[in-house]
T-cell receptor
Framework: SAVISQKPSRDICQRGTSLTIQCQVD?????MFWYRQQPGQSLTLIAT?????????ESGFVIDKFPISRPNLTFSTLTVSNLSPEDSSIYLC????????????FGEGSWLTVV | AQKITQTQPGMFVQEKEAVTLDCTYD???????LFWYKQPSSGEMIFLIY??????QNATEGRYSLNFQKARKSANLVISASQLGDSAMYFC?????????????FGQGTRLTINP
């Protein structure tokens, strides 16, 4: 199974600032995904990050607010920009690899609180 | 479009009892995968079990089994001999089994509480 590590696990940020979340996979994967989970809600896909190309964003999410980098096949970052209290959520990275078959694994999540 | 429905916002079960968490789905894809994840209060999403739409047998992983009824479009999770540590949110999810399509669609989740 793929092991996915996220940093930071938690952070408290001031409104108007930005937070960058890192995601590291222990094997090479084609696609990595970033999800947001607002308090008491289910997971919503923000974007799909492919290595060597721009991320593909879901409806309601824009690159200016959620820039994503994917410099290689094992790493990605998500930045949440110009933070507001509404951005307080858990942000989760996910990926699957060939060795895991069709299974999709998640990182531990990054809890963001905006004050 | 795909849709997952979990109709039980909360479930309360006595320790050591079996529990069934409901999940129904809707999709037009001919081939798809169904997943269950556990999310404890720490926030991590823990993969529990996977069922492919063309799998002949229901998936099992230890105390977890998936009751897959394709005609009814249901994929219920059964936890046998529940333990206090099973208390968590449980999410059902699905994705099409098309190369390059790994995006998961999630249900709203069920909060399971195991009582001692």
């Amino acid at each position: 199974s793929a092991v996915i590590s996220q940093k930071p696990s938690r952070d408290i940020c001031q409104r108007g600032t930005s937070l960058t979340i890192q995601c590291q996979v222990d094997s090479q994967v084609t696609m990595m995904f970033w999800y947001r989970q607002q308090p008491g809600q289910s997971l919503t896909l923000i974007a799909t990050a492919n290595q060597g190309s721009e991320a593909t964003y879901e409806s309601g999410f824009v690159i200016d607010k959620f820039p994503i980098s994917r410099p290689n096949l094992t790493f990605s970052t998500l930045t949440v920009s110009n933070l507001s209290p509404e951005d307080s959520s858990i942000y989760l990275c996910s990926a699957g690899d060939r060795s895991s078959g069709n299974t999709i694994y998640f990182g531990e999540g990054s809890w963001l609180t905006v004050v | 479009a795909q849709k997952i429905t979990q109709t039980q916002p909360g479930m309360f079960v006595q320790e050591k009892e079996a529990v069934t968490l409901d999940c129904t789905y809707d999709t037009s894809d001919p081939s798809y995968g169904l997943f269950w994840y556990k999310q404890p209060s720490s926030g991590e999403m823990i993969f529990l079990i996977y069922q492919g739409s063309y799998d002949q047998q229901n998936a099992t992983e230890g105390r977890y089994s998936l009751n897959f009824q394709k005609a009814r479009k249901s994929a219920n999770l059964v936890i046998s001999a529940s333990q206090l540590g099973d208390s968590a949110m449980y999410f059902c999810a699905m994705r099409p089994l098309i190369q390059g399509a790994q995006k998961l669609v999630f249900g709203q989740g069920t909060r399971l509480t195991i009582n001692p």
